[in-house]
């Protein structure tokens, strides 16, 4: 357990006082306690969302933790989102999170296919994401899948509209 002085607490946001946060906050580290409780003094301080996420992934706080307190501090989607990708969490996490952030689903399948997620889950994602059968189908005729599927999962959607022939996309 660190021993910490409770003389670290300041209210004014002036110069001098930003600067004795940021000496309270790395002497705190310093000191030895957990990244936890730095980034909870951190938070209490005042200090901005990203310098928050800056210092917790610093002092080597996992992944999942770092985006559940950019989320926590209301970051928006996107920032949560990049964030996630940049730390290493496979698609599947991101993508996720991202659907569950609120994102429509033309950015969570755009997320989930420039990270190199496989045709068929990427279609599988919008299509669960209600988007409707006329685009799930371009989805996965855009991604390659070859005719024989895409006119399978047209008619799985109910689409009797038009007909593929195999070997015309």
Known sequence: MCAVPDDDIFLNTDTEDIVKIAISVAQRAIWGCPASA????????????????????????????VVGRQAHLGCPASAVVGRQAHLGCPASAVVGRQ????????????RQAHLG?????????????GCPAGAVVGRQAHLGCPASAVVGRQAHLGD???ILIPGSL
């Open 38 to 65: 730095v980034v909870g003094r951190q938070a209490h301080l005042g200090c901005p969302a990203s310098a928050v996420v800056g210092r917790q992934a610093h002092l080597g706080c996992p992944a999942s933790a």
């Open 117 to 129: 997620c496989p045709a068929s889950a990427v279609v599988g994602r919008q299509a669960h994401l």
């Open 160 to 162: 009797t509209g038009s």
């Open 99 to 110: 659907a569950h952030l609120g994102c429509p689903a033309s950015a969570v399948v755009g």
